[in-house]
Structures are given as structure tokens and as C-alpha cells.
């Protein structure tokens, strides 16, 4: 069952406190801000929490539209992008003992915080980034810069 729309932070506490193997869903519908020096773009889509035995695993489909300068005739136009995601995230504090695990200090691990939240936002900017076209054109026929 999903459940309604929410923003791309989830309160996991009580999945944390569930057996492995224990699942969410939820609707994401928010804006965010996707590249830099842009306005902020609405994500849009589905996310799946399981829990795990180090934390929970976070699948994702979403989408969004970013606004993008064609490589050929270098008018700006909008772009849909699709892309999934699948991430653990491991809580920075233990819920049954209220002690600190052990989170190595790499800056690729996702965490969830002292508040048992996890968040979304920074993996789905980076997973939109990789889904942008490395040569955006505004239609696959564009006849690039007229003079």
C-alpha cells in the first residue's frame, strides 16, 4: 500500500524498530533544487524502504523536468528526466541502545540522522544529474543556430 504524498524525508524510527525485511512505500511529490544556479524542479514518483540488517535500503523511481540549453542552437528548453535509484542509509544512532554507531566517515555512505530521518534529497540530486543527456537537444531534429 502507498501511502500519501510526502516530501523526500521519511521518519523511520518505527521501520528501524521492525524485523529485516519490513517495507514502506510512499508517493513523492516535491521540489527540489536539482543544478546549481537553477530555480527548484518538482520530484515526482515512488519510494520503496526495506529494512536491512545494517539499516534500510531506499529504491526510488522518480522524475523530474530541468531546464536545460540545447547543444545546437543553444535555446533553453525543458527536459524530462527519469531515473531509479536503489541506496542503503545507516542510522547514525542506535534506536534501542540511544548510543552512536559506528559510521565510517566516507562521504559516498548515506546516514540516516539522530532524529531517525532519512533523506532522500542529496541522492536524487545526484541520481537527476546522471540521468541529464551529456548533449541536451531541444527535439532530436534541431537544425542548431540559424544566422
Request: with cysteine.
Amino acid at each position: 500500500m502507498v501511502s500519501e504524498p510526502l516530501v523526500m524525508q521519511f521518519h523511520v524510527a518505527q521501520l528501524l524498530k521492525e524485523g529485516v525485511g519490513a517495507v514502506r512505500e510512499y508517493m513523492v511529490d516535491d521540489e527540489m533544487v536539482i543544478l546549481d544556479e537553477s530555480r527548484p524542479s518538482r520530484v515526482t514518483g515512488t519510494v520503496t524502504l526495506l529494512r536491512v540488517s545494517n539499516g534500510i535500503l531506499a529504491r526510488a523511481h522518480l522524475s523530474t523536468e530541468v531546464e536545460l540549453e540545447c547543444a545546437r542552437c543553444l535555446e533553453l528548453f525543458t527536459c524530462r528526466l527519469v531515473f531509479d535509484f536503489e541506496e542503503e542509509y545507516i542510522p547514525v544512532l542506535n534506536i534501542y541502545l540511544d548510543e552512536y554507531n559506528h559510521v565510517p566517515e566516507d562521504k559516498d555512505i548515506f546516514t540516516i540522522d539522530e532524529n531517525h530521518f532519512l533523506d532522500i534529497t542529496d541522492a536524487a540530486r545526484q541520481y537527476a544529474i546522471l540521468a541529464k543527456p551529456m548533449k541536451p537537444l531541444c527535439r532530436h531534429d534541431c537544425p542548431g543556430i540559424t544566422i
